[in-house]
């Protein structure tokens, strides 16, 4: 059983800066490195949305509203995804998820992390 642990969410007034970690463990269908990876958030009242995704390649993208102030990046070594997260306002406060996702063939495989919270307040 894949486990998907996040750690790193707290209390940033705005402006501030956090890092969050995702740790990948367990039995994995494939190898880590062969799953894209991303990063999600959910606000009280607003659905899931996706904040940065990393590709098995490297590629990144982001949502509009965190470009320029989110970075993701993947160290496959340690099974570990990162978000740096600056300039923090407090639209970004919300739960935070990893998620880990491939296809192999015709069979999709998705993991996701309990989440951790991220509150930007003054």
């Known amino acids: 059983q894949v486990q998907l642990v996040e750690s790193g969410g707290d209390l940033v007034q705005p402006g501030g800066s956090l890092r969050l970690s995702c740790t990948a463990s367990?039995?994995?269908?494939?190898?880590?490195?062969?799953?894209?990876m991303g990063w999600y958030r959910q606000a009280p009242g607003r659905q899931r949305e996706m904040v940065a995704r990393?590709?098995?390649?490297?590629?990144?993208g982001y949502t509009d509203s965190v470009k320029g102030r989110f970075t993701i990046s993947r160290d496959n070594a340690k099974n570990m995804v990162y978000l740096q997260m600056n300039s923090l306002k407090p639209d970004d406060t919300a739960v935070y998820f990893c998620?880990?996702?491939?296809?192999?063939?015709?069979?999709?495989?998705?993991?996701w992390g309990q989440g951790t919270q991220v509150t930007v307040s003054s």
């Open positions: 998620n880990a996702a491939a296809q192999f063939g015709s069979v999709s495989y998705a993991y």
């Open positions: 990393i590709t098995n390649g490297g590629d990144t």
């Open positions: 367990g039995s994995i269908f494939g190898d880590y490195h062969d799953y894209h």
